[in-house]
């Protein structure tokens, strides 16, 4: 997850190497390796479910660890996507060094790297998600001359015995201190490991959701990060649930990211924030106000929002999330700070007012430049998505909207300003598009608008098959409906998809 801010970062081999991440070779690595008496290296690779896989190596000599930093390793590969077949299976995984970072949890020093994939041929693996993402950003810079940065806001519970001291506010807790907020410190120190690990992290802090269950209490937490490349931002995802959840086995809790855990209960998103930068500087303003640019990339993303649920939606779970008064969307429309959107532009420091020396009357003028800090937010995904397949979704409906001729009027008729929920704009509310209800209508979706993501070879047919497979197998399309508010039947299918993503 590269980084080019040494000063103070956090990530050992940064700091002890004095180069940035993106910088990393081989000799630093072996350089590092040396230096701190690493005994173990892990080659770490997200698979079809998202989850990142792990294969140890021992230092056996220093040939063999150039051996392996080299030329990587054989893996089975229909053990890990389901869309090859054991007649064939074999891949290669080869470690990227500037994915480097020392495993916080291994009781035996170990150095970690995520790996990419590649066929008999030696070529990149064309249907794996990471390289699908990698195609969307090269295409996406290609086309516009841009480049397409993401960042995430994860969200997840914390699960432990209940505490009968200081008991918070049921459905209260956003931004909720301790004692009332019970995770606060664990919170911290995942955020601490997961920037040891190369992320990027804007802010922690406790989220709207808490209760109580059989003796149980259950503490929504957000942990926010930074923009950055795309891939590097699906990298730092994958990798910060991968913390949480070790974490947590080490505390003792249990964790869930899915999208819904009980009725009447706030869910839990993986909102994505995204810019595009050129030359440096951020094309979402211009002269303080959202730019056309943007209006134009918004409306790729209301053409394509059905379709997109398909890769940010991926178990029945998400569309119990997605209903009306949940502060989640269920209708196609965009607006300014508006958490009723389906995309929402958050609040940009666009005002000229200096609020530094506002609030700190000694300081001198500032002259920091906030257009960076502007974002669009695409408010449906959930934690259950693969998320290096939503961000090559999400790049692609962005370069479809900034090609679109009528992407302007496309913006317009999508834009509200209410909250579209509310009574007295009903109306409003039954003109716009409505979201996908079930993964089986999400599948549906895909395959009407699966020529967009074909297109430049970015998703392969074999992919968008196998994922259009994978939705329908749910047999949910009438879920949503027939469940109901049948209590019992909820928390099964919720016990079915905890540990989704």
Same mark, same amino acid.
């Given at each position: 997850?590269?980084?080019?801010?040494?000063?103070?970062?956090?990530?050992?081999?940064?700091?002890?190497?004095?180069?940035?991440?993106?910088?990393? $070779?081989?000799?630093?690595?072996? !350089?590092?390796?040396?230096?701190?008496?690493?005994?173990?290296? @892990?080659?770490?690779?997200?698979?079809?479910?998202?989850?990142?896989? $792990?294969?140890?190596?021992?230092?056996?000599?220093?040939?063999?660890?150039?051996?392996?930093?080299?030329?990587?390793? /054989?893996?089975?590969?229909?053990?890990?996507?389901?869309?090859?077949?054991?007649?064939?299976?074999?891949?290669?995984?080869?470690?990227?060094?500037?994915?480097?970072?020392?495993?916080?949890?291994?009781?035996? =020093?170990?150095?970690?790297?995520?790996?990419?994939?590649? @066929?008999?041929?030696?070529? =990149?693996?064309?249907?794996?998600?990471?390289?699908?993402?990698?195609?969307?950003?090269?295409?996406?810079?290609?086309?516009?001359?841009?480049?397409?940065?993401?960042?995430?806001?994860?969200?997840?519970?914390?699960?432990? =015995?209940?505490?009968?001291?200081?008991?918070?506010?049921?459905?209260?807790?956003? +931004?909720?201190?301790?004692?009332?907020?019970?995770?606060?410190?664990?919170?911290?120190?995942?955020?601490?490991?997961?920037?040891?690990?190369?992320?990027?992290?804007?802010?922690?802090?406790?989220?709207?959701?808490?209760?109580?269950?059989?003796?149980? !209490?259950?503490?929504?937490?957000?942990?926010?990060?930074? =923009?950055?490349?795309?891939?590097?931002?699906?990298?730092?995802?994958?990798?910060?649930?991968?913390?949480?959840?070790?974490?947590?086995?080490?505390?003792?809790?249990?964790?869930?990211?899915?999208?819904?855990?009980? !009725?009447?209960?706030?869910?839990?998103?993986? +909102?994505?924030?995204?810019?595009?930068?050129?030359?440096?500087?951020?094309?979402?303003?211009?002269?303080?106000?959202? *730019?056309?640019?943007?209006?134009?990339?918004?409306?790729?993303?209301?053409?394509?929002?059905?379709?997109?649920?398909?890769?940010?939606?991926?178990?029945?779970?998400?569309?119990?999330?997605?209903?009306? +008064?949940?502060?989640?969307?269920?209708?196609?429309?965009?607006?300014?700070?508006?958490?009723?959107?389906?995309?929402?532009?958050?609040?940009?420091?666009?005002?000229?007012?200096?609020?530094?020396?506002? $609030?700190?009357?000694?300081?001198n003028n500032s002259e920091y430049d906030t257009?960076?800090?502007?974002?669009?937010?695409?408010?449906?995904?959930?934690? *259950?998505?693969?998320?290096?397949?939503?961000?090559?979704?999400?790049?692609?409906?962005?370069?479809?909207?900034?090609?679109?001729?009528?992407?302007?009027?496309?913006?317009?008729?999508?834009?509200?300003?209410?909250?579209?929920?509310?009574?007295?704009?009903?109306?409003?509310?039954?003109?716009?598009?409505?979201?996908?209800?079930?993964?089986?209508a999400s599948a549906d979706c895909l395959q009407?608008?699966?020529?967009?993501?074909?297109?430049?070879?970015?998703?392969?047919?074999?992919?968008?098959?196998?994922?259009?497979?994978?939705?329908?197998?749910?047999?949910?399309?009438?879920? /949503?409906?027939?469940?109901?508010?049948?209590?019992?039947?909820?928390?099964?299918?919720?016990? $079915?998809?905890? +540990?989704?993503?």
């Amino acid at each position: 997850m590269p980084s080019d801010n040494i000063d103070m970062n956090c990530n050992a081999l940064v700091k002890q190497l004095q180069k940035p991440s993106s910088q990393f $070779t081989k000799q630093d690595i072996v !350089t590092f390796i040396r230096n701190n008496e690493i005994q173990h290296v @892990n080659f770490m690779y997200p698979a079809g479910d998202g989850r990142l896989k $792990t294969l140890n190596f021992i230092i056996n000599n220093a040939e063999y660890l150039d051996e392996i930093l080299t030329c990587g390793e /054989r893996v089975d590969g229909s053990s890990l996507f389901t869309f090859i077949e054991a007649s064939s299976s074999d891949l290669y995984v080869v470690p990227k060094f500037s994915t480097a970072f020392v495993d916080p949890f291994a009781e035996l =020093p170990t150095l970690c790297m995520l790996c990419s994939f590649y @066929n008999k041929d030696g070529e =990149p693996l064309a249907s794996s998600p990471e390289f699908t993402l990698h195609k969307a950003c090269e295409q996406f810079k290609k086309e516009t001359g841009m480049e397409f940065q993401a960042m995430g806001e994860l969200e997840y519970y914390v699960i432990a =015995p209940e505490s009968p001291f200081f008991p918070a506010s049921d459905q209260r807790g956003y +931004h909720e201190s301790a004692p009332y907020a019970k995770f606060n410190e664990f919170r911290q120190r995942c955020m601490l490991y997961v920037a040891q690990a190369g992320g990027l992290i804007k802010y922690g802090h406790s989220e709207v959701g808490n209760f109580n269950l059989d003796g149980m !209490t259950y503490e929504q937490n957000e942990i926010e990060f930074l =923009p950055c490349p795309a891939e590097d931002a699906a990298n730092q995802l994958t990798i910060a649930k991968w913390i949480i959840r070790n974490l947590a086995f080490e505390y003792g809790y249990n964790v869930t990211f899915a999208p819904k855990i009980t !009725t009447g209960k706030a869910g839990s998103g993986m +909102h994505i924030h995204m810019r595009i930068m050129k030359d440096g500087v951020n094309q979402m303003l211009k002269d303080g106000v959202i *730019s056309e640019t943007a209006r134009r990339f918004i409306a790729g993303m209301m053409k394509l929002a059905p379709s997109i649920t398909a890769f940010g939606n991926m178990n029945p779970t998400s569309y119990f999330r997605l209903v009306p +008064h949940q502060e989640a969307p269920t209708n196609v429309c965009w607006g300014d700070r508006n958490r009723s959107c389906l995309v929402r532009v958050p609040l940009g420091w666009a005002s000229k007012n200096d609020l530094c020396k506002q $609030t700190n009357p000694l300081e001198n003028n500032s002259e920091y430049d906030t257009r960076q800090k502007q974002t669009v937010e695409m408010r449906s995904p959930d934690a *259950s998505a693969n998320v290096y397949l939503l961000l090559a979704g999400l790049a692609v409906a962005g370069r479809y909207g900034l090609s679109l001729p009528d992407g302007l009027e496309i913006a317009d008729k999508t834009y509200v300003n209410v909250n579209i929920h509310r009574k007295e704009n009903e109306a409003l509310l039954n003109s716009l598009a409505t979201l996908p209800d079930s993964c089986a209508a999400s599948a549906d979706c895909l395959q009407a608008q699966r020529a967009v993501y074909e297109k430049d070879g970015v998703f392969s047919p074999a992919m968008i098959d196998g994922i259009i497979a994978q939705l329908k197998a749910f047999n949910d399309a009438t879920l /949503r409906a027939d469940m109901g508010d049948d209590l019992e039947a909820m928390a099964k299918l919720v016990k $079915t998809y905890f +540990h989704c993503g």
